[in-house]
Nanobody, 121 residues
Framework: QVQLVESGGGLVQPGGSLRLSCAAT????????MGWYRQGPGKERELVAS???????NYADSVKGRFSISRDNAKNMVTLQMNSLKAEDTAVYYC???????????????WGQGTQVTVSS
């Protein structure tokens, strides 16, 4: 079983920064696209940013220019640097990864447990 372990959430004032990290644990797999989603109070889960294994990135319009996603393929890790945070960024942030298991070469979608980000003064 692949696990995605997240870290880095917390409380920050508007205009502040946070850095979220997510690492996949287990051997015998390769990871395609990794991404971060979020779900605010009373809202549906939405894509924040994603990055392919080759480094192609995609961002939600609401975070362009403020958030930056990166990954370390050797460590199976993805990071989301969040700057100029706003109150509307408050949400539970989830890491997602498309994992190809060597046992069958099929791709499976895995999710982290979620980490709370609260932007408030």
């Amino acid at each position: 079983q692949v696990q995605l372990v997240e870290s880095g959430g917390g409380l920050v004032q508007p205009g502040g920064s946070l850095r979220l990290s997510c690492a996949a644990t287990r051997s015998a797999f390769t990871i395609n696209t990794m991404g971060w989603y979020r779900q605010g109070p009373g809202k549906e889960r939405e894509l924040v940013a994603s990055i392919t294994r080759g480094g192609i990135t995609n961002y939600a319009d609401s975070v362009k220019g403020r958030f930056s996603i990166s990954r370390d393929n050797a460590k199976n890790m993805v990071t989301l640097q969040m700057n100029s945070l706003k109150a509307e960024d408050t949400a539970v942030y989830y890491c997602n990864a498309g994992v190809v298991l060597l046992r069958d070469l099929d791709e499976y979608s895995y999710w982290g447990q979620g980490t709370q980000v609260t932007v408030s003064s």
